[in-house]
């Protein structure tokens, strides 16, 4: 079966993703988890280390910038499930306006961190992400989530919980539960233009991501 945009929107709107083995297989395997991973936009944990990574580090935020080169960078590892047709589907989402990435850029302008994803009406699916310098994957969603919460969007989903998303607030519901929210997700009004606008252009650094914490009464974390 050829993996066609059309396809893996039907699929990701039904809740059903795809992976491969390896970077090598030709063949694709369909899931929908009895428990997915979805990370709660409101309940998102910044921690006081983060923020002091990124005033202290110099970064730099985007998106879309190098949507490819993301993807390069996720599969870029001893294990990955990012076969050539899933990097070929989703190059022909992002072209097609569907597939976003958020990129962490360092000093001198090389990737840090980096996360990519599907965006279908108010859901967003999260797919993969990097991290080249301490804490970049997670500045990187840090970001995402608050590009998120600015255009509207009502559910990230993160297809499994590990144990780095939930340090940031990721959590497990039963696959019923998911289907529900995915449904109300999806048909929930969302504004991809603010969400995935290049960059802020009203800080220094073009973060949508504010250095407070989302809730200020959950512990640090490292």
């Avoid at 983060?50 to 985007?62: A, D, N, V």
């Avoid at 797919?127 to 590009?147: D, N, Y």
Wanted: with cysteine; net charge neutral; charged share 25%.
């Amino acid at each position: 079966m050829r993996l066609t945009p059309e396809l893996i929107v039907r699929a990701y709107a039904g809740g059903v993703f795809p992976m491969a083995e390896s970077a090598d297989a030709a063949q694709i395997h369909w899931f929908e988890p009895r428990h997915r991973g979805v990370m709660p936009l409101e309940a998102f944990h910044v921690s006081r280390s983060l923020r002091k990574t990124r005033r202290r580090g110099g970064f730099r935020f985007r998106c879309d910038g190098d949507f490819r080169g993301v993807m390069a960078a996720c599969a870029d590892r001893p294990e990955t499930w990012i076969n050539d047709a899933i990097f070929r589907v989703f190059g022909d989402l992002h072209d097609l306006g569907l597939a976003h990435s958020i990129e962490v850029l360092d000093r001198d302008g090389s990737l840090a961190g980096g996360v990519y994803g599907l965006a279908l009406g108010g859901a967003f699916f999260a797919e993969s992400m990097v991290s080249r310098v301490s804490g970049g994957s997670k500045m990187a969603l840090a970001e995402l989530v608050a590009r998120l919460r600015r255009g509207g969007y009502r559910l990230m989903d993160t297809q499994y919980r590990t144990p780095h998303l939930a340090s940031l607030g990721g959590i497990e519901i039963p696959r019923g539960a998911y289907r529900r929210l995915l449904a109300a997700a999806l048909d929930a009004p969302a504004d991809p233009a603010r969400a995935f606008a290049p960059a802020n252009p009203e800080v220094a650094d073009g973060a949508f991501w504010s250095e407070e914490p989302v809730d200020r009464q959950m512990p640090d974390h490292p």
